[in-house]
T-cell receptor, first 114, second 116 residues
Framework: DVKVTQSSRYLVKRTGEKVFLECVQDMDHENMFWYRQDPGLGLRLIYFSYDVKMKEKGDIPEGYSVSREKKERFSLILESASTNQTSMYLC?????????????FGSGTRLTVV | AQSVAQPEDQVNVAEGNPLTVKCTYSVSGNPYLFWYVQYPNRGLQFLLKYITGDNLVKGSYGFEAEFNKSQTSFHLKKPSALVSDSALYFCAVRDLLNYYGQNFVFGPGTRLSVLP
């Protein structure tokens, strides 16, 4: 069964901490994405990677960075966590060029910053 | 700009009744339209999609959606709702103008509650 795995389901971190959210996919997909989900706002794109070591800023990249050293792994980094980064974080992957196909999502990480 | 609207935050329906979750879109070019469902504290799961062809598409769990080009709508439907259908539903359209066409624009979501 193909899947996208996010390393933590729930995380609680303190303000100012550096936080790493990990995502691994086993489908050999070129594209990987990080979204945050907030009530009434839907999903907002934080960062997008279309290949190893390649990344593009999404709609809300401030306060975040990413790393993609291997094709299957895409990490989201909160450089100095703040309470307004409390949210549900979703990782997704897709095959590049396959416009008729959608995403495969991970189960999400609910991050609380206190 | 590409956009998706889901005009209802919440839809309530009695079990056994038909349900509709509404979606309208605005895109340049041909739309690639998707519906996803999210159960509590989980990621999104694919339900169905419209790419081309028949305007009525069928998907998982008995759901279907009707593509209407003139009304730029892609409403999700099910003839007989189940309590287990209660979840958050997202409509999405592929953004062909940005991010090399690899990204989706999502609507804000509609919470469906099916009452026993």
């Amino acid at each position: 069964d193909v899947k996208v795995t996010q390393s933590s389901r729930y995380l609680v971190k303190r303000t100012g901490e550096k936080v790493f959210l990990e995502c691994v996919q086993d489908m050999d997909h070129e594209n990987m994405f990080w979204y945050r989900q907030d009530p009434g706002l839907g999903l907002r794109l934080i960062y997008f990677s279309y290949d190893v070591k390649m990344k593009e800023k999404g709609d809300i990249p401030e306060g975040y960075s990413v790393s993609r050293e291997k094709k299957e792994r895409f990490s989201l980094i909160l450089e100095s966590a703040s309470t307004n980064q409390t949210s549900m974080y979703l990782c997704a992957s897709s095959s590049r060029g396959e416009l008729g196909y959608g995403y495969t999502f991970g189960s999400g990480t609910r991050l609380t910053v206190v | 700009a590409q956009s998706v609207a889901q005009p209802e935050d919440q839809v309530n329906v009695a079990e056994g009744n038909p349900l509709t979750v509404k979606c309208t879109y605005s895109v340049s070019g041909n739309p690639y339209l998707f519906w996803y469902v999210q159960y509590p504290n989980r990621g999104l799961q694919f339900l169905l999609k419209y790419i081309t062809g028949d305007n009525l598409v069928k998907g998982s769990y008995g759901f279907e959606a009707e593509f209407n080009k003139s009304q730029t709508s892609f409403h999700l439907k099910k003839p007989s709702a189940l309590v287990s259908d209660s979840a958050l539903y997202f409509c999405a359209v592929r953004d062909l103008l940005n991010y090399y066409g690899q990204n989706f624009v999502f609507g804000p979501g509609t919470r469906l509650s099916v009452l026993p």
